[in-house]
């Protein structure tokens, strides 16, 4: 599902989809009061970097907080909102905000279905690319879980691993992935996805 904007507006062919808490923000649990947000060092000046390039940066986050009933959708939105006003602010965009409201696999009864949409279920991302008219070949995925990683692996996106947040180390929901590259932080994926998009671009992909 899309936050935000209302209206979309395809500009580019490709697509960076970045998770939110642990990548960009510090994931607090279930983040989503606006005087908790809080950026991971380097996070805003990666943003930077990845708006000077000819892509959509789109963060698609898990929200299943709204499914266990600790917070609503507007709470989320406000957090949303808050947190592209500071990443505006200092030069930086994000064109879209994606969610999935349901409970993540992790959270589901034995033998329950899962959505399409809760990483590591590629939903969200295929749903943005639709949206942006998106070459998800010439997309990334970026985050801090096997689940971001899973997720972009199953859409068909180079995927990128950050340690910060939960650095590939959760366990509880049984997902492995390999990322195509490991990096400290988003700003360090974000100098990986500029040198790709750079060369593709010199060799007419």
Not at 23 to 46: K, Q
Not at 131 to 141: E, K, P, T
């Amino acid at each position: 599902m899309r936050d935000w904007p209302d209206e979309v507006k395809a500009a580019y062919d490709r697509a960076v989809f970045v998770d939110r808490d642990g990548t960009i923000a510090i994931d607090t649990h279930f983040p989503h009061r606006v005087e908790e947000l809080a950026f991971i060092p380097r996070s805003i000046e990666a943003l930077r970097l990845l708006a000077d390039l000819p892509i959509h940066i789109i963060v698609v986050s898990n929200q299943a907080g709204i499914a266990l009933g600790l917070f609503g959708r507007e709470d989320m939105s406000r957090y949303n909102r808050e947190l592209r006003r500071r990443v505006e602010a200092e030069g930086a965009r994000i064109d879209a905000f994606y969610y999935c409201p349901h409970k993540e696999p992790k959270h589901l009864a034995p033998g329950t279905q899962p959505c399409q949409c809760a990483k590591p279920a590629p939903g969200m991302l295929l749903e943005a690319a639709k949206d942006f008219s998106a070459d998800l070949q010439l997309s990334f995925m970026v985050g801090d879980k096997m689940s971001d990683i899973a997720a972009g692996q199953a859409a068909g996106c180079k995927t990128v691993l950050v340690k910060t947040g939960k650095a590939g180390a959760e366990r509880d929901d049984g997902v492995i992935a390999a990322p195509d590259f490991v990096v400290a932080d988003l700003f360090e994926a974000a100098e990986s996805v500029s040198r790709i998009v750079t060369q593709r671009i010199s060799l007419g992909e």
